[in-house]
């Protein structure tokens, strides 16, 4: 049983919530960071785009340099900051793919320009000109000219299941409240850090 305990699904749930009313440009922008079998790490920004008790989706190109890394191994950190809302929030663990069902219904909820530039971006690769970007767009517009945009089989999305999952709310004087829930042997518990 892996699922996000009520209370951890309960305040991550309230914390987006305020972070989405406080009317922040990304509210659910988290840095992703990956690992790659030769022990590289890779940091950057990607957005949430479903949380339930299974854990966090985001989504991306399936040849990508993260996906390439989450393919060689498969665990992931993600970081989310609320600067306007004092509060901090990291999550760690196993990451695997969603299924293609759920990919599709997300899918269908982007735009459209979004969805020819899922087509048009070899993300991750060597871009010679933006020019050759732009080409690329027009060849797509041109070939779903009429019809709705299929998902590319390059494109879908990654659950993070956490395994730990930490709250950071900032306190004065830098005496900031640390709350860690941490699955162990399949139970979960939490405690406090030292900020
Ligand atoms: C605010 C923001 C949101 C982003 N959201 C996504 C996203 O949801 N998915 C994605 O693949 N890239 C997203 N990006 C771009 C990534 O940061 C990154 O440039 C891209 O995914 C390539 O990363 P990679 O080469 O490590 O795979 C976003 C960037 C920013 C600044």
Same mark, same amino acid.
């Given at each position: 049983?892996?699922?996000?305990?009520?209370?951890?699904? @309960?305040?991550?749930?309230?914390? *987006?919530?305020?972070?989405?009313?406080? &009317?922040? +440009?990304?509210? %659910? /922008?988290?840095?992703?960071?990956?690992?790659?079998? @030769?022990?590289?790490?890779?940091?950057?920004?990607?957005?949430?785009? #479903?949380? =339930?008790?299974?854990?966090?989706?985001?989504?991306? !190109?399936?040849?990508?340099?993260?996906?390439? $890394?989450?393919?060689?191994?498969? !665990?992931?950190? *993600? &970081?989310?900051?609320?600067?306007?809302?004092?509060? $901090?929030?990291?999550?760690?663990?196993?990451?695997?793919?969603?299924?293609?069902?759920? /990919?599709?219904?997300?899918?269908?909820?982007?735009?459209?320009? #979004? $969805?020819?530039?899922?087509?048009?971006?070899?993300?991750?690769? %060597?871009? =010679?000109?933006?020019?050759?970007?732009?080409?690329?767009?027009? $060849?797509?517009?041109?070939?779903?000219?009429?019809?709705?945009?299929?998902?590319?089989?390059?494109?879908?999305?990654?659950?993070?299941?956490?395994?730990? *999952?930490?709250?950071? #709310?900032?306190?004065?004087?830098?005496?900031?409240? +640390? %709350?860690?829930?941490?699955?162990?042997?399949?139970?979960?518990?939490?405690?406090?850090?030292?900020?």
């Amino acid at each position: 049983m892996t699922n996000l305990p009520h209370q951890v699904y @309960d305040r991550f749930q309230k914390l *987006i919530e305020r972070a989405r009313q406080t &009317c922040l +440009r990304e509210p %659910t /922008a988290m840095t992703l960071a990956t690992v790659g079998g @030769d022990g590289r790490i890779s940091a950057r920004v990607v957005l949430l785009r #479903s949380f =339930d008790e299974r854990g966090f989706v985001f989504y991306t !190109n399936l040849n990508s340099d993260k996906a390439l $890394q989450l393919y060689a191994n498969p !665990n992931a950190a *993600i &970081c989310f900051h609320w600067d306007e809302l004092g509060e $901090q929030v990291r999550v760690e663990g196993p990451v695997e793919r969603i299924s293609g069902e759920e /990919a599709d219904a997300y899918w269908r909820t982007r735009a459209r320009d #979004s $969805q020819i530039g899922a087509w048009a971006s070899h993300q991750s690769e %060597t871009l =010679d000109s933006r020019e050759t970007l732009e080409h690329r767009i027009a $060849q797509s517009e041109h070939e779903f000219l009429g019809q709705e945009v299929p998902r590319p089989e390059f494109w879908s999305g990654f659950r993070l299941v956490a395994r730990r *999952i930490e709250f950071w #709310s900032n306190r004065p004087a830098r005496l900031h409240e +640390r %709350t860690v829930f941490e699955l162990v042997d399949d139970q979960w518990s939490h405690r406090m850090l030292y900020p």
